[in-house]
């Protein structure tokens, strides 16, 4: 193949800063879009970019200023209103994340020599936050009839494909895992925060979703990151959809624990109650533990971003009966050729030892000093 650059727009992100390391770990020439600058650990070299992309007009002047242009696309950004998960049956926030795709791949595609564009959906795209689903969610079944910014993404996605003569994959990853903070969906901050407070006031760190314990999936952000290496290449990857999991199911209540031990606080009994109420309340404490173990200078909501919130959603806070599944299939994509799976508990590790290196998080010694302080 004559040398390869992608473009990864939301280069900031979960998924975006590990598809940063993937991408440059296999020697691919790299450049990042994003507001801020990506944290990538080790000694990826990429350019980057600083751009909002719902600005158009600065975002299509930064893909013309771009030379050599990328030959691929990892589209990895998303616009999420303040209330997160009332935003996502919102037509505000799926018009403007038509248009950040638009305002990127529109210049992109027309300026000639894109060959593949990756974009990202999830499991809403099979109405799990609506309805009950098929278990397994499979990638043929139909396209579920309910609003949502996929869909307007996917057909500006197959029209300019059809326009422009390059190829496309979509993925669909459950929950993703990794080292994010400031972030919308990432779970890690939420329970290293959780686990820190506690660790400081005394509050019992049991896990907080109640008494019913649904089955759930996640993917560690660097299966994403390399099956989007993947699919810019592989043949078998060329409009097509894929699910994207770990390669097993967990509950959060008997993860609990090895959470616990991994943030070094005692594992108490579960005790329901909603940590985007009660988290920021405890913003003093924070600042308290922030300069306590000479952590970064980052608020409370510096570090959860709106996670906190989605920590309801995912541990099911206020539930009274057990929901339906919502689980899915992968067969599709490792008889694609793309066979990567991650143990669940050590994704979490990984990810909570990371923010604790970056000195976002106290480490697990940390915890049990503050604790034993009192």
């Known amino acids: 193949m004559s040398a390869a650059r992608v473009l990864v727009a939301g280069a900031s992100g979960l998924i975006g800063t590990a598809a940063i390391a993937a991408f440059t770990a296999e020697g691919w020439d790299v450049v990042a879009f994003s507001r801020r600058p990506p944290e990538v650990d080790g000694s990826a070299r990429f350019d980057h970019v600083s751009v909002d992309l719902t600005d158009a007009v600065a975002t299509r002047d930064a893909v013309a200023a771009l030379s050599p242009r990328p030959t691929h696309l990892v589209y990895a950004a998303a616009y999420e209103r303040p209330d997160l998960v009332a935003g996502w049956s919102d037509p505000a ?21 894109l060959r593949h564009a990756t974009v990202l959906q999830g499991t809403k795209a099979y109405g799990a936050h609506l309805h009950p689903i098929p278990i397994p969610a499979r990638e043929r079944a139909p396209r579920d009839d309910h609003e949502n910014f996929y869909w307007h993404q996917e057909d500006l996605l197959r029209e300019l494909a059809d326009r422009h003569a390059f190829d496309w994959t979509i993925f669909r990853p459950v929950q993703v895992v990794g080292p994010a903070y400031g972030v919308s969906y990432c779970m890690p901050p939420v329970i290293g925060v959780f686990a820190a ?19 759930r999936q996640v993917v560690d952000a660097r299966l994403v990151a390399d099956a989007l290496v993947w699919a810019a290449t592989s043949p078998a990857a060329r409009g097509e959809h894929f699910n994207l999991t770990n390669g097993e199911v967990f509950s959060w209540h008997e993860l609990w624990p090895a959470l616990a031990e991994a943030t070094g ?31 970064r200078p980052l608020s409370l909501l510096d570090v959860l971003g709106r996670s906190h919130q989605y920590a309801d959603y995912t541990f099911g806070h206020g539930l ?41 998080l106290p480490g697990p010694t940390g915890a049990g000093r503050m604790m034993g302080s009192r």
């Open 93 to 113: 926030q799926m018009a403007t994340n038509r248009a950040m795709l638009g305002n990127v791949l529109v210049p992109l595609a027309a300026a000639g020599g």
């Open 320 to 360: 009274t009966t057990m929901p339906p599944p919502a689980l899915v299939s992968t067969v599709k994509v490792k008889q694609a050729g793309f066979t990567q799976v991650y143990d669940t508990e050590v994704t979490f590790r990984d990810a909570l030892r990371t923010l604790a290196e970056r000195r976002v």
């Open 197 to 215: 407070l506690s660790a400081a006031t005394g509050m019992p760190f049991g896990f907080p979703g109640g008494t019913i314990h649904p089955v």
């Open 265 to 295: 606080v005692p594992c108490a009994e579960p005790r329901p109650m909603s940590l985007a109420d009660e988290l920021p309340r405890l913003a003093g404490v924070w600042e308290d533990i922030v300069a306590k173990h000479r952590l």
